[in-house]
């Protein structure tokens, strides 16, 4: 479930306040209060697999089995495609993705203030 910070962000986002979240979580609760657009998940989503022949997002009501990018259990629903999901949660070696990485940097120079919640941000 949600919690009240993740509530409070909602409150913020929705008086015009908080323009994008970055998180370090893979829990995707920040999907079920900021909707996308305005997230960043820099180390994955443990809710979600991925085709890496056609690139489809399955967003699940499981948590993957794996970490790391690795193959799941579960294949590509599209018929022309049909192959092998994988995780979408990074392991520590891997490099952030820049399709995340990307528009945090933006936003994080474009910010008046930027709020730490929730970490212990070691830079
Ligand atoms: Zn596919």
């Given at each position: 479930m949600p919690s009240l910070t993740h509530m409070a962000l909602v409150e913020l986002e929705k008086a015009g306040i908080l323009k994008f979240v970055i998180s370090?979580?893979?829990?995707g609760l920040h999907l079920r209060s900021i909707y996308q657009?305005?997230?960043?998940?820099?180390?994955?989503?443990?809710f979600m697999e991925t085709c890496p022949s056609c690139g489809i997002e399955y967003f699940c009501d499981f948590e993957v089995e794996t970490i790391g990018l690795k193959e799941t259990s579960r294949r590509c629903s599209d018929e022309k495609c049909g192959a092998r999901l994988r995780d979408t949660v990074f392991d520590w070696e891997d490099a952030l993705p820049p399709k995340e990485m990307d528009p945090a940097e933006k936003h994080c120079k474009q910010a008046d203030i930027v709020l730490c919640l929730g970490t212990r941000f070691q830079a």
């Open positions: 370090q979580n893979v829990n657009g305005r997230l960043a998940e820099l180390h994955g989503h443990s």
